[in-house]
Structures are given as structure tokens and as C-alpha cells.
């Protein structure tokens, strides 16, 4: 079995950063895109960023240049670095593995940005 395990949502100032962590843990033989999405209120769940095992990134454009996505393979362990925050940032926000030709998912972590 597979666990993610997110930490470091919370309440922030717009303008202001967090950074949250994405821990993988259980039987892993191999993980390979790590990814961050986020659902707001009444919204679908949107992809926000991934990287892959070679450390490709890819970007939502709407954080492309505010939120950077980084990942240690030795550790199991992804990273979002959010900077510049916005209100509309304000989401739940989830981690996503694939681990072992599966995919997994996080219990979620609240970001809430006051204006």
C-alpha cells in the first residue's frame, strides 16, 4: 500500500508565500510524475503543476512564475513552493503519484488566502 501524506496549507496575506510537501511512503518500487492540483468551492479540480521523474515541469498559466514544483527521488518527496499568492489561490490542494503503475492521491491540504 501507497500513502501521500501533504503539509504546510494554511492562512496567508495575499501577497505572501507557502510551501507545501508531498511525502510518499509504503511499498514503492518506482514513482514517476509527482503533481500538485487544487479544487476550489464549487469548481472542478485543476491541475496546478507536475514534474516528472527527469524533473520536467509543467505549469497551470495561471501560477506560471509564482509556483515552482521540485521533488527529491532519493526522499519520495515533492514540493510546491507557492510565492505571490493570490486570493484566487484559495483551494484545497492536492497531491498526485504515480507510484508502481498506479495512481495515488493526498488527503488534501487547505491553502486560504485573505485579501
Known amino acids: 500500500q501507497v500513502q501521500l501524506v501533504e503539509s504546510g496549507g494554511g492562512l496567508v496575506q495575499a501577497g505572501g508565500s507557502l510551501r507545501l510537501s508531498c511525502a510518499a511512503s509504503?511499498?514503492?518500487?518506482?514513482?514517476?510524475?509527482m503533481g500538485w492540483y487544487r479544487q476550489a468551492p464549487g469548481k472542478q479540480r485543476e491541475l496546478v503543476a507536475t514534474?516528472?521523474?527527469?524533473?520536467?515541469?509543467n505549469y497551470a498559466d495561471s501560477v506560471k512564475g509564482r509556483f515552482t514544483i521540485s521533488r527529491d527521488g532519493a526522499k519520495n518527496t515533492a514540493w510546491l513552493q507557492m510565492n505571490s499568492l493570490k486570493p484566487e489561490d484559495t483551494a484545497v490542494y492536492y497531491c498526485?503519484?504515480?507510484?508502481?503503475?498506479?495512481?495515488?492521491w493526498g488527503q488534501g491540504t487547505q491553502v486560504t488566502v485573505s485579501s
Open positions: 514534474i516528472t521523474s527527469g524533473g520536467r515541469t
Open positions: 509504503g511499498s514503492i518500487f518506482r514513482i514517476n510524475s
Open positions: 498526485n503519484a504515480g507510484v508502481n503503475w498506479s495512481d495515488y
